[in-house]
């Protein structure tokens, strides 16, 4: 009998590191699914900044336009003007979100055709920029 216990010595050691083994690579697995989950959720979260920014971009250089004297439009046919960039900064939730918008006005012969291109950064500081490899582009073109 004596004999018999001392060949089934190793089986109990074996029997719960293999266990163990198995608990640990469930556990990692289940981690390693969370983690993903939560990066996705901060994705999300920044683009959504990101996008907003470049609405609010839109939005400031369209109100700026209702006035002729801002934004002149061109005299000649097929002429185009390009204006200055407008920064607008201090957007979002945290108040890092930023915009850079520009306008192009050319002339058709019928009417005159107004292009907005903003860009929104959910991260950046007052000329928009950010070394941040976390830093999110989304950009909205307005033709009318």
Known sequence: MIKKLQKNKGFVLLFAVTLAAILLSIALG???IALKEIKFGTSAKDT???FFAAD???EKVLFQ???PLTYPA?????DAIMFETV???GLGRTGKSCAIATIEK???PLSVVTTII?????LGDENCNSTNPDRIEREIKTTY
């Open 74 to 78: 061109p005299e000649n046919e097929g």
């Open 48 to 50: 959504n900044e990101a």
């Open 106 to 108: 050319e002339r058709t």
């Open 87 to 89: 920064y607008v900064v």
């Open 30 to 32: 289940v981690s390693n």
């Open 65 to 67: 336009d209702k006035d």
């Open 56 to 58: 609010t971009g839109v």
């Open 118 to 122: 903003s860009k929104g950064y959910n």
